[in-house]
Structure formats: structure tokens, C-alpha cells
T-cell receptor, first 109, second 113 residues
Framework: GQNIDQPTEMTATEGAIVQINCTYQTSGFNGLFWYQQHAGEAPTFLSYNVLDGLEEKGRFSSFLSRSKGYSYLLLKELQMKDSASYLCAVNNAGNMLTFGGGTRLMVKP | EADIYQTPRYLVIGTGKKITLECSQTMGHDKMYWYQQDPGMELHLIHYSYGVNSTEKGDLSSESTVSRIRTEHFPLTLESARPSHTSQYLC????????????FGSGTRLTVV
């Protein structure tokens, strides 16, 4: 079966660093995506990992360990506008994305 | 400039009405998807398509139907709307194989009264 776990909610302070974890068990693996979704809006692409290691893109970085079925999204220098839900999604054997339930991040002043 | 368009953006409709939610993409993507999402909740796949004349039901049972007569167009129809259909409906598309993820439309927020 498909199972993707991520924390439901997290709170962090403006200017800080936050790490959002994602663990997965899926039938096949062809890459892992992170999406950002502001309330009432559509998800937007943040990052993609298919090989082990860290991918850095500005204030956002994403890490993958395929042997551990684990990924994290790291957000640095948090801003108020980073308050959103962050979705972890795995491209499985059927070449379809399986989405986690999302982590709602609240950034406080 | 959006590459995937959904209309209407918001819709309030009475119980029993037939409605069609439109979704069009200009990227030439073969695969298209419909998701249902309640506020603050997870995405639920209700329909998808691999290409023209191909439609499949998703993980979440839905009373809606879809069609794919043209590559760029993937409308979703509710024959008889009910209050339980009140939700946000998100359309997405992708290449096959999925190497660049999904591109999502802005969504249709449907309220059935």
C-alpha cells in the first residue's frame, strides 16, 4: 500500500529555521516532491529529489534518503509569508503522485 | 500567465442542479487529474486520465463523472449537486512519466446550498 507520514502542524518563529519531516512507504519510488499550499490556493512546486542527498534552492532545501524512506524540507530565515501547508508527495511505481496529508506551518512574529 | 485554467473560480449552486467544472491546459500534457480538498484537509484523487478517451476513478469514491475528448480539456460534471459536494476541486496535469511533478489549476470552490 501507499503510506506517507508528515506532522500535522508545526509552529516556528520569524527568522528561525524549521525542518518538516516526511517518511514514506510506497510501491515503487521514482522521486519525491515538496509542494507549498497557501490557504484556499492551489499547491505550487517547491522541490524535487530523486537521488540521495540535499538539494538547495534559496531559503529552501530538501533532503532525501531512499534507504530510510525519509525526506525533509528545511526552511531558513522564516518569513510570515511562509505560513502555509507543505505537502510531501512520492512518485510511485505507477508514475502517479501519492500525497501526504500536509504539514500546516504557522510562523509567528 | 497560467498554464492550466479552471473555471469558475467560485460557484454557489442549489441542490439538484447539474454543474460542470471546466479545466484546460496549454502544456500538451497527457495526464490530467481531479482532486477534492476540504479546507485544511488532504488532497483526495477522484478522477484521472492518461490521455484522450482514457478516464479512471481515483482513490476517493465520487458521484462526479469526467470526460477527455481533447488533450487539453478535462471537465468534471456533477449530475445532481448535493450539500455534501461542497468542497474545493483542484485540477492538475503532468507529463508522462512524471518527472516534473504536477501543475495545479487555481481550483473551483463549490458551495451547494
Amino acid at each position: 500500500g501507499q503510506n506517507i507520514d508528515q506532522p500535522t502542524e508545526m509552529t516556528a518563529t520569524e527568522g528561525a529555521i524549521v525542518q518538516i519531516n516526511c517518511t514514506y512507504q510506497t510501491s515503487g519510488f521514482n522521486g519525491l516532491f515538496w509542494y507549498q499550499q497557501h490557504a484556499g490556493e492551489a499547491p505550487t512546486f517547491l522541490s524535487y529529489n530523486v537521488l540521495d542527498g540535499l538539494e538547495e534552492k534559496g531559503r529552501f532545501s530538501s533532503f532525501l534518503s531512499r534507504s530510510k524512506g525519509y525526506s525533509y524540507l528545511l526552511l531558513k530565515e522564516l518569513q510570515m509569508k511562509d505560513s502555509a501547508s507543505y505537502l510531501c508527495a512520492v512518485n510511485n511505481a505507477g508514475n502517479m503522485l501519492t500525497f501526504g496529508g500536509g504539514t500546516r506551518l504557522m510562523v509567528k512574529p | 500567465e497560467a498554464d492550466i485554467y479552471q473555471t469558475p473560480r467560485y460557484l454557489v449552486i442549489g441542490t439538484g442542479k447539474k454543474i460542470t467544472l471546466e479545466c484546460s491546459q496549454t502544456m500538451g500534457h497527457d495526464k490530467m487529474y481531479w482532486y477534492q480538498q476540504d479546507p485544511g484537509m488532504e488532497l483526495h484523487l477522484i478522477h484521472y486520465s492518461y490521455g484522450v478517451n482514457s478516464t479512471e476513478k481515483g482513490d476517493l469514491s465520487s458521484e462526479s463523472t469526467v470526460s477527455r475528448i481533447r488533450t487539453e480539456h478535462f471537465p468534471l460534471t456533477l449530475e445532481s449537486a448535493r450539500p455534501s459536494h461542497t468542497s474545493q476541486y483542484l485540477c492538475a496535469s503532468s507529463d508522462f512519466p512524471v518527472e516534473y511533478g504536477y501543475t495545479f489549476g487555481s481550483g473551483t470552490r463549490l458551495t451547494v446550498v
